[in-house]
């Protein structure tokens, strides 16, 4: 779990599209699932806080398992290995049935550390907070009318437990406004840990890529009366022709024989290149660069700064693409893009930090005999309840 907790948007669609399926009634109880007895912090956790936790990783694990060997939508996948989009394997049920203590236990941990380092959040935020919850319960999270309490409500989770969890990148809710106060007090300038101007920058320096992209389309495309698209690649030999071209492109610009400014104006007049889709100085993390542009990367990584290639994308399919990359050089960015994105920056570096902050906190606690887990209440409910044929 990265610092701010989020079921982001393509997860959101998975619970939504898993929730036009009959739930199986479950009674609402008011079991407990963990508590913690301590003098920093007194408090229990519904059984409807872990039951939500354990429907969203088991949300998060069905759009795993359609990859997973062996998958057939008619069937359980809770027996088949997956692999999560950190490139971990694991049985799909003892991944959900992990995701799901983890996460309750880190709503758990953000609460007792808030209590024991005075984080606090503004009181009309989280009044929105709440309100935002509300509204995702009775009507439907993202703008879209699918009220979670048809989802949830008949697998044991109450109102007052979805507020606890959920989120959705869009929107503030209440476990992201505690734990960015948290991360905050930990982290930011005058925060417990605090991170300085001259470490953000050297992570910014150390994790961060400068880039440019001229797209050059390899193909024609048409559309019909109808509205609907299709695309044919160019011959083998056109497109040997185009990239050519291109690579002698990308040498002027790597030796510095031509601008950008002159490359781009030339390949808009030879091919039709707009303006608008050129992507100019950008800046990214290499994690972020590498997830979006897979292939791209593989050659981007070996470039210098200042140098560029030609990278063709999809070639053994209808609509390739090849790109001018250009490795430009990030240090010149620095200051400006620390100083103007301090706190994506900050996230990006401390994320880990938090993520273990907060799990170590659970384990301290387990070990210290204050934090207590109701096997008996929690035994009762398994990912398996969720499955429905299609």
Not at 10 to 37: F, G, M, Q, R
Not at 231 to 254: G, V
Not at 267 to 276: A, I, T
Request: net charge negative; glycine share 4%.
């Amino acid at each position: 779990m990265k610092p701010f907790k989020k079921v982001l948007a393509a997860l959101i669609a998975v619970i939504v599209a898993l929730s036009v399926t009959a739930c199986k009634p479950v009674s609402l109880t008011k079991d407990w699932s963990y508590k913690v007895e301590d003098s920093t912090l007194n408090q229990e956790y519904a059984i409807g806080v872990y039951i939500y936790e354990l429907y969203s990783a088991y949300s998060n694990a069905a759009s795993y398992a359609k990859d997973a060997e062996g998958y057939n939508e008619n069937e359980s996948f809770l027996g088949l290995t997956i692999k999560d989009s950190d490139g971990n394997k694991a049985v799909a049920k003892d991944w959900i049935l992990q995701k799901a203590e983890e996460n309750t236990l880190r709503i758990l941990s953000t609460d007792y550390l808030m209590s024991k380092h005075g984080a606090t959040v503004d009181e009309a935020q989280m009044k929105t907070a709440y309100d935002n919850a509300k509204n995702a319960w009775d009507v439907g999270p993202s703008g879209y009318y699918n009220p979670m309490r048809k989802v949830l409500y008949d697998y044991g989770v109450s109102e007052e437990s979805f507020s606890i969890c959920f989120a959705d990148g869009y929107n503030a809710y209440p476990v992201t406004l505690k734990q960015s106060a948290l991360f905050n007090k930990m982290y930011d300038e005058k925060g417990i840990e605090a991170v300085s101007d001259k470490e953000l920058k050297k992570f910014f320096e150390d994790n961060y890529i400068s880039y440019t992209f001229i797209p050059v389309n390899l193909y024609t495309s048409k559309t019909d009366d109808d509205g609907n698209s299709t695309s044919k690649a160019f011959s083998a030999k056109k497109i040997k022709k185009i990239k050519a071209q291109l690579e002698e492109y990308a040498d002027q610009l790597s030796s510095g024989a031509s601008s950008l400014d002159d490359i781009k104006k030339k390949c808009e007049k030879d091919y039709k290149v707009s303006s608008d889709s050129v992507v100019e100085d950008n800046v990214s993390t290499k994690k972020d660069f590498k997830n979006s542009y897979a292939e791209i990367y593989k050659v981007f990584k070996k470039l210098s700064d200042g140098k560029a290639a030609v990278v063709v994308v999809g070639e053994d399919g209808d609509s390739p693409t090849a790109y001018i990359v250009l490795k430009n050089d990030v240090t010149k960015k620095t200051a400006d893009y620390v100083k103007e994105n301090r706190g994506s920056v900050l996230q990006n570096c401390k994320s880990d930090d938090f993520t273990d902050l907060l799990d170590n906190t659970a384990k301290e606690l387990k070990d210290a005999g204050t934090l207590k887990k109701n096997d008996g209440a929690i035994g009762k409910y398994d990912p398996e309840m969720f499955f429905e044929k299609k």
